[in-house]
């Protein structure tokens, strides 16, 4: 049973480009939840993707959208990166939103140069 | 690999005994909480959780202990390892929905 799995693993933008992020759920989860962890601090959620709208959202700008598919997949898109987006980027599947832990991927390491 | 808490607190134990990760939540209204260990390069791995109905719950080598009353949150590592070196998030979810809200984290070095 693979787990959730994101990528890609490591990613290099420049100051203003775009950036698409993805990540395939666990088997049988439903929910995804995005977070991004600065170094040496712990996540901050992002948003939240339940029957392919988003269901909450934390404090983050309208440069960070997200799209949920038909088979529970999701993206993470940033536009207009600041250096300040450098981040890990963690994706969190998990059931029916509030039914139980929620189970990360590895993450995707983005560096905006 | 990834170095993940460049400035975390740092608890340092020997091999064997036991740890004690100490966190403080903020949200009177979270139900439900989760202890996370995180290895560099690795995305936060699910270790324990409990739900606000209880005060301690005991795993593997784990136990976690809730006091509601001032908002503490405690993970007790037994007879720790050197694989249990990782930096160690707590984590709240309040009632409505999976978002997680995490602690700024600790790390864990097991000396041999």
């Known amino acids: 049973d693979a787990g959730v799995t994101q990528s890609p693993t490591h990613l290099i933008k420049t100051r203003g480009q775009q950036v698409t992020l993805r990540c395939s759920p666990k088997s049988g989860h439903d929910t995804v939840s995005w977070y991004q962890q600065a170094l040496g601090q712990g996540p901050q959620f992002i948003f939240q993707?339940?029957?392919?709208?988003?269901?909450q959202r934390g404090n983050f700008p309208d440069r960070f959208s997200g799209h949920q598919f038909p088979n529970y997949s999701s993206e993470l898109n940033v536009n207009a990166l600041l250096l300040g987006d450098s981040a890990l980027y963690l994706c969190?599947?998990?059931?029916?939103?509030?039914?139980?832990?929620?189970?990360f991927g590895q993450g995707t390491r983005l560096t905006v140069v | 690999g990834e170095s993940v808490g460049l400035h975390l607190p740092t608890l340092s134990v020997q091999e064997g005994d036991n740890s004690i990760i100490n966190c403080a939540y903020s949200n009177s209204a979270s139900d439900y909480f989760i202890w996370y260990k995180q290895e560099s390069g690795k995305g936060p791995q699910f270790i324990i959780d409990i739900r606000s109905n209880m005060d301690k719950r005991q795993g593997q080598r784990v136990t976690v202990l809730l006091n509601k009353t001032v908002k503490h949150l405690s993970l007790q590592i037994a007879a720790t390892q050197p694989g249990d070196s990782a930096v160690y998030f707590c984590a709240e979810n309040q009632a409505a929905g999976n978002k997680l809200t995490f602690g700024g984290g600790t790390r864990v070095l097991v000396k041999p």
């Open positions: 969190a599947s998990s059931r029916v939103p509030g039914q139980g832990e929620a189970f």
């Open positions: 993707y339940y029957e392919e709208e988003e269901r």
